[in-house]
């Protein structure tokens, strides 16, 4: 069964940046669109950022020109790379598969202070 384990998360003040990781076995990088997603308190769990096996990418409006997602398939691993960041981007961060996804990971905390 494909883990995934997000990592990189922390406590940073606006306008800082932060690079999460995502790790998972087998071969889900290599053949799945993957995407980040987070959840605040109080909200659904949204996609902020997605990637094909071939490297094309999307983002939602509220992240685009401030994060920046990547994947190794050989190592298995995606990354977010989030600057800019803003109280608004606190929340638990996840990777999974956009579509057919497999069972969640712990995520990573990102909290963001003004």
């Known amino acids: 069964q494909v883990q995934l384990v997000e990592s990189g998360g922390g406590l940073v003040q606006a306008g800082g940046s932060l690079r999460l990781s995502c790790e998972g076995s087998?071969?889900?990088?290599?053949?799945?669109?993957m995407a980040w997603y987070r959840q605040a308190p109080g909200n659904q769990r949204e996609w902020v950022a997605r990637?094909?096996?071939?490297?094309?990418?999307n983002y939602v409006d509220s992240v685009k020109g401030r994060f920046t997602i990547s994947r190794d398939n050989a190592k298995n691993t995606m990354y977010l790379q989030m600057n800019s960041l803003k109280p608004e981007d606190t929340a638990v961060y996840y990777c999974?598969?956009?579509?057919?996804?497999?069972?969640w990971g712990q995520g990573t905390q990102v909290t963001v202070s003004s």
């Open positions: 999974n598969a956009f579509n057919a996804k497999v069972p």
């Open positions: 990637i094909t096996p071939g490297g094309i990418t």
């Open positions: 087998g071969s889900i990088f290599s053949i799945k669109i």
